[in-house]
């Protein structure tokens, strides 16, 4: 199908729509990262679960043109080709990177990708419904994204990362728009088990029914809460921004783990997450970024778009 227009909205009302009707009858999954048990595969040169994302995400990383165009009226745009083999942090070539620190005289190794939210917020806000949810997975449509980050600005931990000279803009309104398309982990949905935790060699990731996983969380966040004799956090993901299907669990409390990273990443957070524990979801909070982006003329546009596809139907 070729992306004109007409296809284009044609598509667009079909992730909308998939969206309210996202088959809700599948076993919902999700992932504990036992962070005791991750040692950032110290033997190899790139941790294995990077190496696998890569391999399998080979033939969904962004193929741009050659004569990118700014972003109108804005004189850049976001070209991350020449970053294609850079692992320490999120771009559009890779989805998984291993966050490396010493706390205490304790090296501590923490993968991050997409937290896959319980309610995201990144789908609320997309004006083009380009992003959709498949049980526990939260996933972008390429031929549908315009890389307007929008779902970067909400995300509580800025995930999504634009590529430039690809996509649907290129098509539709090259000059008035753009421009790209938003890229991130979408939980392997393809297959039964994602890539990175099939690749573990230290079984530091688990991939099983969301309630077990939740459970067995739980306990060895407890666990590690008496061994460490103090009232700080020990599980991740339970709670952050109403809930997700990543859940971390640590032996050292993520208040001193974030505080890390904050002293570590302080001159340049570009791709990187942080975990910070108290974390609202944004939908919910009466947000004024969410306000913004619901009352902007292309959210308006589309809106006029889809009701009048209604009213036809």
């Given at each position: 199908m070729?992306?004109?227009?007409?296809?284009?909205?044609?598509?667009a009302g079909i992730a909308s729509v998939s969206k309210v009707f996202a088959n809700t009858n599948q076993e919902k999954k999700a992932k504990l990262i036992d962070l005791s048990l991750c040692d950032g595969c110290a033997d190899f040169k790139t941790p294995l679960c990077v190496s696998a994302c890569k391999t399998k995400n080979k033939d969904v990383f962004p193929k741009p043109i050659s004569n990118i165009p700014n972003y109108y009226p804005q004189k850049f745009y976001e070209d991350y080709q020449d970053k294609k083999d850079e692992i320490n942090r999120l771009n559009p070539y890779n989805f998984i990177y291993v966050e490396k620190l010493n706390i205490d005289n304790k090296n501590i190794n923490i993968p991050r990708h997409?937290?896959?939210?319980?309610?995201?917020?990144?789908?609320?806000?997309c004006p083009f419904g380009a992003i959709s949810k498949d049980n526990s997975a939260v996933k972008i449509n390429p031929n549908v994204c315009f890389g307007g980050a929008k779902c970067k600005?909400?995300?509580?931990?800025?995930?999504?990362?634009?590529?430039?000279?690809?996509?649907?803009?290129?098509?539709?309104?090259?000059?008035?728009?753009?421009?790209?398309?938003?890229?991130?982990?979408?939980?392997?949905?393809?297959i039964s088990t994602p890539a990175c935790?099939?690749?573990?060699?230290?079984?530091?990731?688990?991939?099983?029914?969301?309630?077990?996983?939740?459970?067995?969380?739980?306990?060895?966040?407890?666990?590690?809460?008496?061994?460490?004799?103090?009232?700080?956090?020990?599980?991740?993901?339970?709670?952050?921004?109403?809930?997700?299907?990543?859940?971390?669990?640590?032996?050292?409390?993520?208040?001193?783990?974030?505080?890390?990273?904050?002293?570590?990443?302080?001159?340049?957070?570009?791709?990187?997450?942080h975990m910070k524990v108290d974390v609202n979801n944004k939908i919910t909070s009466n947000d004024?970024?969410?306000?913004?982006?619901?009352?902007?003329?292309?959210?308006?546009?589309?809106?006029?778009?889809?009701?009048?596809?209604?009213?036809?139907n």
């Open positions: 070729s992306l004109d227009r007409r296809n284009f909205l044609k598509i997409c937290m896959h939210c319980d309610e995201p917020t990144c789908l609320k806000i600005d909400v995300c509580p931990w800025h995930i999504p990362q634009r590529q430039a000279g690809v996509g649907a803009y290129l098509k539709i309104a090259p000059k008035l728009a753009g421009g790209g398309v938003m890229y991130k982990c979408d939980l392997c949905a393809d935790v099939s690749a573990c060699p230290k079984n530091a990731m688990i991939y099983a029914n969301k309630e077990e996983i939740k459970l067995l969380a739980l306990k060895k966040a407890q666990e590690y809460k008496e061994l460490a004799k103090d009232n700080g956090t020990y599980i991740y993901g339970d709670k952050q921004n109403g809930g997700t299907a990543t859940f971390y669990v640590s032996p050292i409390s993520f208040e001193k783990i974030q505080e890390a990273i904050s002293k570590k990443h302080a001159n340049n957070t570009q791709g990187i997450a004024k970024i969410i306000k913004s982006v619901l009352l902007s003329p292309i959210a308006g546009v589309l809106a006029g778009v889809l009701l009048r596809k209604k009213n036809e």
